[in-house]
């Protein structure tokens, strides 16, 4: 099948941005650690990939302050968070500058000693098993290894740039 190129001019920026934060999406800390140091950062570009075998990805900038523990990292966990968590969110995505990362939250080791958050809504313990550099991120597959589950079934979501309990 041959491919007209009748494209419209390239969408600006804010343009794709604006239509992006229409896509409801959850929550999410990605927790690693490298030479016994804990990194973690806040993600919504989180998805399932495959259920045979449980795999899902992540995208991480590769200009974020924790890329170099994610780009070395043999694992990793997905936290996702639970309405009332926001301050998680906005410490692991860097919005309150000052506070140590680890410092909020109840934090167990995981699998291959990550970080795993113990009032998750659902944790995701994954090992690394490729990963594809596209523009300005890094896409980190992840077999999933353990799936931790909070009795508390809510889920914090953000869409519209702004925190949804669902």
Known sequence: M????????????ATYRNGM?????SVNVVTTTLAEKR???????????SDTPPTL????????SCFHAF????????????????????LFGGRMPGL???????????????PVLATASVSFDCELTSFVDEATHRVLFGRVVSVRENDEKATLMYCMRRYISG
Do not use: M
Not at 100 to 114: D, P, S
């Open 2 to 13: 041959d491919v007209l190129d009748h494209r419209p001019n390239s969408v600006d920026k």
């Open 21 to 25: 934060s229409r896509l409801g999406t």
């Open 39 to 49: 990194y973690g950062f806040t993600a919504s570009a989180v998805c399932s990939v």
């Open 57 to 64: 990805l992540v995208c991480i900038n590769r200009t974020s």
């Open 71 to 90: 780009e070395n990292a043999r694992h990793f966990c997905v936290n996702t968070l639970r309405p009332g968590q926001e301050d998680l969110s906005e």
């Open 100 to 114: 140590e990362r680890f410092a909020l939250g109840e934090w167990h080791e995981g699998f291959a000693g990550v």
